[in-house]
């Protein structure tokens, strides 16, 4: 297993920036798909974005593509979420996940492709 903390969640207006930022330790995690998820009061956990074990493949939801980058350094065991244009319907608790498969082929979309997760980062986006 993987453990994960997150960081880099705050307060900001609408159409700002911000970068979260994912740390691991414990098993290995450069051959585990990385992803983001978000989840607000009353909601379900939501995928955001994944990054495959090489960095070569991405994944976003479609709320969130063209705004949200997605990136790992595997040297540094870290991922972060880099987050444009931020609107209030992003508010949510962001989680870090890493997979459940060495070397998937492709990043999962789903709650059950991971098995590792951070306890979340909190995102407030102001109108």
């Known amino acids: 297993q993987v453990q994960l903390v997150e960081s880099g969640g705050g307060l900001v207006q609408a159409g700002a920036s911000l970068r979260l930022s994912c740390a691991a330790s414990?098993?290995?995690?450069?051959?585990?798909?990385m992803g983001w998820f978000r989840q607000s009061p009353g909601n379900e956990r939501q995928f955001a974005a994944a990054?495959?074990?090489?960095?070569?493949?991405?994944l976003y939801a479609d709320s969130v593509k063209g705004r949200f980058t997605i990136s790992r350094d595997n040297a540094k065991n870290t991922v972060s979420l880099q987050m444009t244009s931020l609107k209030p319907e992003d508010t949510a608790l962001y989680y870090c996940?890493?997979?459940?498969?060495?070397?998937?082929?492709?990043?999962?979309?789903?709650?059950?492709?991971?098995?590792?997760w951070g306890q979340g980062t909190q995102v407030t986006v102001s109108s």
């Open positions: 990054i495959s074990w090489s960095g070569d493949i991405t």
């Open positions: 414990g098993r290995t995690f450069n051959i585990y798909t």
């Open positions: 996940a890493a997979g459940s498969q060495a070397y998937s082929k492709y990043p999962a979309r789903t709650l059950d492709g991971y098995n590792s």
